[in-house]
């Protein structure tokens, strides 16, 4: 298991930013690619952005792009999501994930092994 813990979610409004922060205790997650999924109430859950274990290779959702920057510190076991100019449909539940397997080209869920509990980010016009 790799216990994954998001914080920084938020209400803001429309134009503004939040930094999501997703720390794995217990154990390290530096030769683990890592990704952030958003799941609005009624939607499937969808890719946002993922990095390699390195923090070379980043991929974005097209929705996101030029706004959202996933970085990560292996130093401190911990990714992040800075988000800026937010949108209303921005709003969801953002989960950070772990593959042991995959890569930052992995976007579906489904290659994803390990999960945090969800942060609740929720953006107004």
């Known amino acids: 298991q790799v216990p994954l813990v998001e914080s920084g979610g938020g209400s803001v409004q429309a134009g503004g930013s939040l930094r999501l922060s997703c720390a794995a205790s217990?154990?390290?997650?530096?030769?683990?690619?890592m990704g952030w999924f958003r799941q609005a109430p009624t939607q499937d859950r969808e890719h946002v952005a993922s990095?390699?274990?390195?923090?070379?290779?980043?991929n974005y959702a097209d929705s996101v792009k030029g706004r959202f920057t996933i970085s990560r510190d292996n130093a401190k076991n911990t990714v992040y999501l800075q988000m800026n100019n937010l949108k209303p449909e921005d709003t969801a539940v953002y989960y950070c994930?772990?593959?042991?397997?995959?890569?930052?080209?992995?976007?579906?869920?489904?290659?994803?092994?390990?999960w945090g509990q969800g942060t609740q980010v929720t953006v107004s016009s």
């Open positions: 994930a772990a593959t042991s397997y995959g890569s930052s080209w992995s976007f579906s869920a489904r290659e994803y092994d390990y």
């Open positions: 217990g154990r390290t997650v530096t030769q683990y690619a």
């Open positions: 990095i390699s274990w390195s923090g070379g290779t980043t």
